[in-house]
């Protein structure tokens, strides 16, 4: 076992409304890190952080639970944390104590009740929170819909990062707009290769957006 010091740590709080797919994100993120052999599924009762009999029996998430892999040489606590009401002041504990957190809302259902009660409890202890628009292989899901919504909700433009190819059935992969390449992925996997012609209009748009919001930034 590899021991960190303690500013090799990161803490990273994963939430979002129930349903919205933050155990299958974890389960992701743990097969890409190595830190697992295969992607359990929520369905199949298999996942690393939906372990108790009630969590596996009702496929929700319970209770906030700690999962970790190593990345890059830092070791990465992810915890994995409740949607639903009933459960989500759970939730709230977990974030007084990390150094930042994904924020899940999906591509079909955009932003709901909950995820403005995690946002505001993200607000509340000041952390730093990425969006990770899930479900794009889904049939209906809108990638700037949810981007659109979360604007409107929070009343401040978005900066992407990626931005999906395709949705539903056509969904091919994303778009890495730092460093203009397409990410494929085939067996949890990933590839990069060069960005089809097809999308590289809308990447170039979105590139010169990205580019244009950093050197708005204040150094200070």
């Given at each position: 076992m590899v021991n960190f010091d303690a500013e090799k740590i990161r803490n990273v709080a994963i939430i979002a409304h129930g349903g919205a797919g933050k155990t299958?994100?974890?389960?992701?993120?743990?097969?890409?890190?190595?830190?697992?052999?295969?992607?359990?599924?929520v369905e199949d009762g298999n996942t690393v952080t939906d372990y108790e009999p009630e969590e596996i029996n009702r496929k929700i998430s319970i209770l906030s639970a700690i999962s970790f892999c190593n990345w890059n040489g830092y070791r990465i606590n992810l915890i994995d944390t409740p949607g639903y009401t009933n459960f989500i002041e759970d939730t709230k504990?977990?974030?007084?104590?990390?150094?930042?957190?994904?924020?899940?809302?999906?591509?079909?259902s955009g932003v709901k009740a909950e995820t403005e009660k995690v946002w505001q409890y993200a607000c509340q202890y000041e952390i730093p929170r990425i969006v990770f628009i899930n479900k794009m292989d889904r049939e209906n899901?809108?990638?700037?819909?949810?981007?659109?919504?979360?604007?409107?909700?929070?009343?401040?433009?978005?900066?992407?990062?990626?931005?999906?190819m395709g949705s539903g059935e056509s969904f091919a992969g994303l778009i890495d707009l730092l460093g203009m390449k397409a990410i494929r992925y085939q067996n949890g996997r990933e590839a990069e290769e060069d960005i089809p012609a097809t999308f590289r209009s809308e990447a170039e748009k979105h590139r010169r957006k990205l580019v244009?919001?950093?050197?708005?930034?204040d150094d200070a």
């Open positions: 299958s994100l974890v389960e992701a993120m743990l097969f890409d890190a190595k830190a697992t052999d295969r992607i359990g599924k504990g977990c974030l007084s104590v990390v150094d930042g957190a994904v924020v899940i809302v999906s591509a079909l899901a809108d990638f700037y819909m949810a981007v659109g919504e979360l604007e409107k909700s929070y009343d401040t433009p978005a900066i992407l990062l990626q931005i999906p244009e919001r950093i050197a708005e930034c």
